[in-house]
């Protein structure tokens, strides 16, 4: 009898708690919201640097609206395009599983919503919780079209660090003081880079460094001794940067949607599309220090050398008396990294680990190498009105030499349900069309992509290992990578050219960061691992935005698996028609 009941005790301690953490799991899942916004995509007057331009906004706000949800909620947004341009949104790092009619870039999961008209986005955040954001995937709109969209984890989760007292979104972004649709415009016409940006700014105000802008300076007013968090976002069009705050220290503990193994630093360098987060104690004098931003540059190229500056003021700063001044003596200013520091860079996103062990796929169906780079196209009247680039060409840019070309009749996604033919093929090549020293002296006669239309077919399930080749064509240049539909695991990087034999036994499988946006090191190469799990066409693109007009991009169609749950949804019916 003693014996029965010293078997049973153990079953019935397993069963009752498998019984609550079913239980808690059902009520973390009743506590799931449906958020409905509308968004209202319009031109308003916003001033900067002195000047007054019609500039398109969400809601009249730029940036737009802060978006916060849980894990587990639904979001119903209506984008109701009252511009003069034709608009769709992305909401940057969501999954979407099954459901790439919200993800939002044009010609490829939807046609845009043209002038007039709406499309109302429905999704559904699924075990995704951190830092991310929501931008125009049309052109360059979301050079003033963005804002964060923040997920917290399900109620009753804690975050596995101290709670923050706080919590501030910072978003890095670019302001041109002309229209960036005619910065675009002009660029295509000449065929030349794009005019640099004239001021970065953070969440949307230049800073106290440039004209007409220390009135409107950003201020984040904070407590002696408490601990904040800072949601970092590079929203920027096209430029990598290193953050920093005056004389103190940072703690990044998440990056993108993933938990990160805790580490200090006192300066992070991100690029466009990514997000950091970090926490900051208020522990030093109290007193006014500047957070700022500036360029990480790691290309042959102009660029805006400027820095955008925001302030952490502490509430108990002394006066300093002066009638109009609040408080005390100048801001202390942070020391930042040189422009082409990539050493600090590269030191920093060397740090970045995930929180746990993860289960990284270590048996690989698909083994692609791409080549991700510029190029260049020959004019048959070099240095004509059109051909404004290097050497009488056209800038181009290309994976494996295939610079892709956006279709107009229909999107990817539509066309693929349609069974309509013509509009993309499905024979992107897993690897270059030739082996070249490809950060070495490359011949000239390989600098000229080709301009198609090409997607890469996987099956569902296939696991998948990328490996992003940075070229020297024109110049090396650390290009930010961001997959739509899915998140990877960062395997490894180098500099050089990538050696299968020597560098894959470097790999770290056991905590790698998950990222849905990594960089190339300049002149070198890095490495991904992902399981193909989500049906549909799914985006792969530099978040460079002149790479990406450029034609540095591919995209992966993941067929159907097997079932309702491993199967595109069907399409809304108020899909945008091209």
């Given at each position: ?344 860079a590269t030191a920093f996103t060397a740090r970045i680990k995930s929180l746990h ?178 049906p549909g066409i799914w985006l792969l693109h530099c978040h460079i935005d002149s ?32």
């Amino acid at each position: 009898m003693e014996l029965l009941k010293l078997t049973v005790k153990p079953w019935s301690s397993c069963l009752l708690l498998g019984l609550l953490f079913i239980f808690a799991f059902l009520a973390s899942l009743s506590h799931a919201e449906i958020h409905y916004h509308e968004f209202v995509i319009e031109a308003r007057p916003v001033k900067r640097l002195c000047r007054t331009h019609s500039t398109v906004t969400v809601n009249g706000q730029f940036p737009g609206p802060t978006l916060q949800v849980r894990n587990g909620d639904t979001l119903v947004i209506r984008a109701i395009n009252r511009a003069r341009y034709n608009v769709t949104l992305h909401w940057h790092g969501v999954h979407q599983t099954r459901n790439p009619w919200a993800d939002g870039p044009e010609y490829v999961t939807q046609c845009p919503i043209q002038p007039g008209r709406s499309y109302t986005y429905r999704f559904t955040i699924e075990d995704q919780e951190g830092t991310l954001w929501w931008h125009a995937h049309s052109r360059w709109l979301r050079a003033t079209v963005y804002g964060a969209l923040i997920v917290y984890p399900r109620m009753g989760s804690p975050y596995p660090f101290p709670m923050p007292k706080r919590e501030i979104p910072i978003l890095i972004g670019e302001w041109w003081d002309r229209d960036p649709m005619d910065v675009l415009r002009q660029a295509l016409f000449t065929g030349g880079a794009p005019n640099i940006s004239d001021a970065l700014t953070i969440n949307g105000q230049p800073g106290d460094l440039y004209r007409c802008s220390s009135k409107e300076t950003v201020r984040f007013p904070v407590e002696a001794g408490e601990t904040i968090l800072l949601r970092i976002i590079n929203s920027a069009m096209n430029q990598e940067h290193f953050f920093g705050v005056a004389n103190h220290r940072l703690t990044v503990v998440g990056v993108d949607t993933s938990y990160t193994k805790p580490f200090p630093t006192s300066v992070i360098m991100i690029a466009p599309g990514q997000t950091t987060n970090v926490l900051l104690t208020a522990d030093q004098p109290p007193a006014r220090y500047y957070m700022a931003a500036h360029a990480y540059n790691t290309a042959n190229a102009a660029f805006d050398n400027t820095t955008t500056t925001a302030i952490l003021e502490y509430k108990s700063a002394p006066f300093n008396g002066k009638k109009g001044k609040s408080r005390s003596s100048a801001p202390i200013f942070p020391i930042l990294p040189g422009f082409n520091d990539t050493a600090t860079a590269t030191a920093f996103t060397a740090r970045i680990k995930s929180l746990h062990q993860v289960q990284v796929p270590t048996v690989i169906d698909e083994n692609l190498f791409f080549t991700v780079g510029l190029g260049l196209i020959n004019c048959s009247n070099p240095n004509s009105p059109r051909c404004q680039g290097p050497n009488g060409t056209r800038f181009a840019a290309s994976i494996n030499n295939i610079s892709f070309v956006f279709p107009r009749r229909n999107s990817l996604m539509q066309a693929y349900i349609q069974g309509q033919p013509g509009i993309f093929t499905t024979d992107f090549p897993p690897v270059p069309p030739i082996i070249f020293d490809y950060t070495g002296n490359v011949s000239r006669g390989l600098w000229q992509p080709r301009k198609r239309t090409k997607l890469y077919k996987l099956k569902f399930g296939s696991r998948v290992q990328v490996v992003f080749q940075d070229t020297s064509i024109v110049s090396v240049e650390d290009h930010p990578m961001h997959l739509h539909g899915h998140e990877f695991y960062v395997v490894g990087s180098g500099f050089g050219n990538f050696n299968p034999s020597t560098d894959t036994a470097k790999f770290n499988l056991i905590d790698p960061p998950r990222r849905n946006t990594i960089g190339t090191p300049p002149g070198g190469w890095v490495a991904v691992r992902f399981v193909a799990e989500n049906p549909g066409i799914w985006l792969l693109h530099c978040h460079i935005d002149s790479h990406l007009t450029w034609g540095l991009a591919m995209a992966f169609l993941v067929e159907n698996g097997v079932g309702k749950l491993q199967t595109v949804q069907p399409p809304p019916l108020d899909l945008p028609r091209c």
